[in-house]
């Protein structure tokens, strides 16, 4: 997570954060957390900008707040867990177990999919030759649809009977 959203969740400025981080940096190795160079900062601005349209404004800003040339810090999981030891407070204990809490739901999550990956190849190896024909049926289908729609409709022929109101 980066600096500036975690000082957001804490309610302290991100200037306050960074210092409790930099009086206790034997608390915070390279695998706790470590600071953005310029292409990592720029290919995020990048991503959120085009992810999140509206969220464009907040990017731009965060960098309002910082000196000029100081790149975001993020945390890992360890080091977020470690921040509520050096921000000591209320809310940095509330806010720390919520976020403890989501990144063992995103653990979760993931591995969750990772079972429903290897499950779903199992089942194309498996049903392989059936998949491919549903999948020939389909476009088959998908093609006599377009070409409905490309030809004119043809007048039909044959006897049509009047039927006359009683």
């Known amino acids: 997570m980066l600096d500036y959203d975690l000082a957001d969740l804490y309610e302290v400025p991100t200037k306050a954060l960074n210092q409790a981080v930099k009086r ?3 608390r915070f190795p390279p695998d ?7 292409n990592e900062w720029a290919t995020l601005q990048t991503a959120l900008k085009t992810e999140h349209p509206m969220r464009s404004q907040i990017v731009t800003t965060s960098g309002k707040f910082r000196r000029k040339g ?3 810090y993020v945390f890992t999981e360890q080091g977020v867990s470690m921040l509520s030891s050096v921000l000591r ?5 509330h806010v ?3 976020i403890m809490r989501a990144f063992v739901f995103m653990r979760q999550y993931a591995l969750s999919h990772d079972d429903l990956a290897i499950q779903l190849k199992e089942l194309e190896e ?3 030759r059936q998949f ?3 999948y020939a049926a389909l476009q088959y289908l998908m093609m006599k649809d377009v070409i409905k729609q490309i030809e004119p409709p043809r007048k039909e022929i044959g006897f049509k009977q009047k039927i006359e109101n009683e």
């Not at 407070?89 to 204990?93: L, N, Q, T, V």
């Open 132 to 134: 491919k024909d549903v």
């Open 70 to 72: 100081l790149l975001p």
């Open 96 to 98: 720390n177990i919520a």
């Open 126 to 128: 498996k049903y392989d």
């Open 89 to 93: 407070s209320e809310k940095a204990i």
């Open 24 to 26: 206790n940096p034997t």
């Open 32 to 38: 706790f957390m470590f600071q953005l160079n310029d």
